[in-house]
């Protein structure tokens, strides 16, 4: 299998773990527009989160198969999944109104992003078949992308770090590669 791997020589890992602590921060006193925090482990992961939701998952917790985040019809207004660990399973579906961060865990197959929804990866593995589809933003920065990952038309995805496997396509998208140092193995 072909992998694409994406590093930057300027930043190291401190560099890292400080924007993801400064991420971190920046976004925990923004909690306080969310009107149901979920945090996975304890709470048992719905089949779905809408609008004014934040979800949380951590090492041990597992969000099933075809989970939605936001809304189908691309309606929903704050809904947010934070990725630190743990396990997601088959058909993960960002909808409008979502914003997916992604530090750590394990996708399975089928991550998709649709209009409107943003996905951050700076960690984690997602499995085979991902797909940014017309209206998305994907953002990836560290982790490990499984093979097939589309990007389709109308969709940006920014590429500054982590490992790319075989089958990565733009599809008429937008894919944008910064990166001091590129490999192919």
Do not use: K, W
């Amino acid at each position: 299998m072909n992998r694409i791997e994406i590093r930057h020589s300027l930043i190291e890992r401190p560099a890292r773990l400080a924007a993801a602590l400064l991420v971190l921060c920046l976004t925990a006193p923004a909690s306080a527009q969310f009107t149901t925090v979920l945090n996975i482990p304890p709470n048992i992961a719905p089949n779905s989160i809408g609008s004014n939701t934040q979800l949380n998952l951590f090492n041990g917790g597992t969000i099933g198969n075809n989970f939605n985040a936001g809304a189908s019809n691309g309606l929903s207004e704050d809904a947010e999944v934070n990725v630190f660990g743990g396990t997601i399973g088959y058909g993960y579906d960002a909808y409008g109104g979502n914003v997916t961060n992604i530090f750590g865990g394990n996708f399975g197959e089928n991550l998709s992003v649709h209009a409107g929804g943003v996905a951050n990866i700076a960690g984690g593995s997602i499995g085979p078949i991902a797909n940014a589809f017309n209206g998305s933003i994907v953002n990836i920065s560290a982790g490990n992308i499984g093979q097939r990952f589309d990007a389709h038309d109308g969709s940006l995805v920014n590429i500054s770090g982590g490992a790319i496997a075989d089958g990565f396509e733009a599809l008429i998208g937008t894919a944008r590669f910064a990166s001091s140092e590129m490999s192919f193995a």
